[in-house]
């Protein structure tokens, strides 16, 4: 275990530099990609998914291992936005006026039915779609687990789960595509309106909820980020299954 993943990475990032909280949160995830994978990244490659995309075998089985894995984060995710069971973070949000529509939902960030149509498609064209596993499961477990009790983590994954996709997930996509795909692009990887928009609109309205967090709020949200990059390899790695 590397010194960055021991000490606690959010420590040093709580002396206020970040603009807004969701600086914060990006500053966090940012370290904890390999340098294989970003720029920015700190961490040591060890795994087969750690290493540059470009060195990836990916194959097809795989792939459709890994979409219906995250599908049912996704669904999950969604689920959990649709109808909460966390009374604090709904009062959050109904406390800066958006009321009971909530602020979270129909961000154009939601992948639930792109991923569907994306599944439907394989089976039409005769591929046999898996069941869920246990990379899958197992995060969408936890999610709900988590919504439950603690809506401030939670809204560490509801950031590292769409923006992750919108990032390397996307790099991901061209280059597995390219492999065994045919350069077919996914609807999951399609937004309907201006991405970049989308992403503004959700960073805004994340900094606007955290405003009313009290410090120990955030970093233990800040915290959670290694509990999401851990759940989340997972399921990319079945892509190499
Ligand atoms: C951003 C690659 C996995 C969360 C990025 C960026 C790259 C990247 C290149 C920088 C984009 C920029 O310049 O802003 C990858 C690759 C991965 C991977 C190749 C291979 C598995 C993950 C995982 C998570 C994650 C597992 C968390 C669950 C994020 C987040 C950002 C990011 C939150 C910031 C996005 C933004 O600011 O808009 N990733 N990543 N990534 N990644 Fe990853």
Same mark, same amino acid.
């Given at each position: 275990?590397?010194?960055?993943?021991? %000490?606690?990475?959010?420590?040093?990032?709580? !002396?206020?530099?970040?603009?807004? =909280?969701?600086?914060? /949160?990006? $500053?966090?995830? /940012?370290?904890?990609?390999?340098?294989?994978?970003?720029?920015?990244?700190? /961490?040591?490659?060890?795994? #087969?998914?750690?290493?540059?995309? %470009?060195?990836?075998? #990916?194959? $097809?089985?795989?792939?459709?291992?890994?979409?219906?894995?995250?599908?049912?984060?996704?669904?999950?995710?969604?689920?959990?936005?649709?109808? #909460?069971?966390? #009374?604090?973070?709904?009062?959050?949000?109904?406390? /800066?006026?958006?009321?009971?529509?909530? +602020?979270?939902?129909?961000? !154009?960030? +939601?992948?639930?039915?792109?991923?569907?149509?994306?599944?439907?498609? =394989? %089976?039409?064209?005769?591929?046999?779609?898996?069941?869920?596993?246990?990379?899958?499961?197992?995060?969408?477990?936890?999610?709900?687990?988590?919504?439950?009790?603690?809506?401030?983590?939670?809204?560490?994954?509801?950031? @590292?789960?769409?923006?992750? @996709?919108?990032?390397?997930?996307?790099?991901?996509?061209?280059?597995?595509?390219?492999?065994?795909?045919?350069?077919?692009?996914?609807?999951?990887?399609?937004?309907? !309106? %201006?991405?970049?928009?989308?992403?503004?609109?959700?960073?805004?309205? $994340?900094?606007?909820?955290?405003? @009313?967090?009290?410090?120990?709020?955030?970093?233990?949200?800040?915290?959670?980020?290694?509990?999401? =990059?851990?759940?989340?390899?997972?399921?990319?790695?079945?892509? $190499?299954?």
């Amino acid at each position: 275990v590397s010194a960055a993943m021991t %000490e606690k990475p959010w420590k040093r990032y709580t !002396g206020g530099e970040a603009k807004g =909280f969701v600086d914060e /949160m990006r $500053l966090v995830a /940012m370290k904890l990609h390999t340098r294989q994978q970003a720029q920015e990244g700190e /961490m040591e490659a060890k795994a #087969p998914e750690e290493q540059r995309v %470009e060195e990836w075998e #990916p194959t $097809l089985d795989g792939y459709l291992k890994f979409l219906v894995d995250i599908k049912v984060v996704y669904d999950t995710l969604e689920q959990i936005i649709e109808k #909460p069971s966390f #009374p604090s973070l709904l009062s959050d949000i109904e406390s /800066m006026g958006c009321g009971a529509d909530g +602020e979270f939902r129909n961000t !154009g960030l +939601e992948r639930s039915e792109k991923l569907a149509k994306d599944l439907k498609w =394989f %089976e039409e064209k005769g591929y046999g779609v898996p069941e869920a596993s246990s990379p899958g499961v197992a995060y969408a477990k936890y999610l709900k687990q988590l919504s439950e009790k603690d809506p401030q983590a939670f809204i560490c994954h509801f950031y @590292n789960i769409y923006f992750a @996709n919108t990032a390397g997930g996307r790099i991901i996509a061209k280059k597995v595509a390219e492999k065994i795909l045919d350069s077919r692009e996914l609807e999951f990887y399609k937004w309907d !309106g %201006e991405l970049s928009q989308l992403l503004q609109n959700v960073r805004d309205k $994340l900094n606007k909820v955290a405003e @009313n967090w009290s410090r120990e709020d955030k970093n233990r949200c800040l915290g959670e980020t290694e509990i999401s =990059f851990k759940f989340y390899r997972e399921i990319v790695r079945l892509m $190499l299954s």
